[in-house]
């Protein structure tokens, strides 16, 4: 019995995981407003060694519409510029020889509905992680050895019940970032 319950809690354990991460790369899906999160997973060359962008830099959003990115290193202007417009974002910084700017613009009706899109898609991959867990976790709970079945068989409702409440976690997630998006 014991047993049971320790794959049942590392099913949770993983499902929360599931579930931070696709928090995580909502965040970086913008909606209109500056936010240093959007940058992150940018990386820019330092000293040799690929650091992220927010380790070799300061970054404020002195506004809704503007984030404002002070590198330790005057130097590393270009680099940080050169990456951003790498990332593809569809941002363009600009520097006034102190520190790179990036001006966010308006998102266009067209554009949130490719965000929407893309906040879907992230979802999808939370719930087929989650899904994905729980077949995992069936699966080892049938092999184990000395339980009954009715014991295997109430641990896996237990299993379907966590799947059921992180998958509307992640609808909840996803309800709130399209609201957020569509917000003019």
Known sequence: MEELELFIEDAREQMTKALNHVGHELTKI????????MLDGIMVPYYGAMSPLNQVSSMTTPDARTIFIKPWEKGLIYEIEKAIMAANLGL???????????????????????????????CEHGKVSIRSIRKDTN????KIKGVSEDDVKNAEETVQKL???FIARIDALMKKKEAEIMTV
């Open 30 to 37: 913008r909606a209109g407003k500056a936010n240093p999160a």
């Open 92 to 122: 363009t910084p600009q520097n006034d020889g102190q520190q790179v700017i990036i001006n966010i613009p308006m998102l266009t009706e067209e554009r949130r509905k490719q965000l929407v899109k893309q906040v879907g898609q992230e």
């Open 163 to 165: 799947t059921d409440d």
């Open 139 to 142: 699966e080892s709970l049938k």
